[in-house]
Nanobody, 119 residues
Framework: QVQLVESGGGLVQAGGSLRLSCAASGSIFSLNVMGWYRQAPGKQRELVATITDITNTNYADSVKGRFTISRDNAKNTVYLQMNSLKPEDTGVYYC?????????????WGQGTLVTVSS
């Protein structure tokens, strides 16, 4: 069973930066797509950024130019560097991974890490 563990959330002032990390563990043959999603109170979960195994990236318009997603395949880890943070970036950030075990394609979610940006 593959598990995702997020870290790096916290409280920052507007204009500040945070780096989130998400490490996958378990029996993984290939980690095809990893991404970050977020959910603010009273809002639906939304895509923030994704990155594929060939490092194609996709960003929400609201974070483009401020956030950078990257991955370290040797560590099965995805990162989200968040700069110029705004109060509207506040929310619980969830890591997601689509992976292949060598037999099956599966998807897994992390438990989330809270990011709070003060004005």
């Amino acid at each position: 069973q593959v598990q995702l563990v997020e870290s790096g959330g916290g409280l920052v002032q507007a204009g500040g930066s945070l780096r989130l990390s998400c490490a996958a563990s378990g029996s993984i043959f290939s980690l095809n797509v990893m991404g970050w999603y977020r959910q603010a109170p009273g809002k639906q979960r939304e895509l923030v950024a994704t990155i594929t195994d060939i490092t194609n990236t996709n960003y929400a318009d609201s974070v483009k130019g401020r956030f950078t997603i990257s991955r370290d395949n040797a560590k099965n880890t995805v990162y989200l560097q968040m700069n110029s943070l705004k109060p509207e970036d506040t929310g619980v950030y969830y890591c997601n991974a689509q992976y292949y075990t060598g037999r099956k394609y599966l998807e897994v979610w992390g438990q989330g890490t809270l990011v709070t940006v003060s004005s």
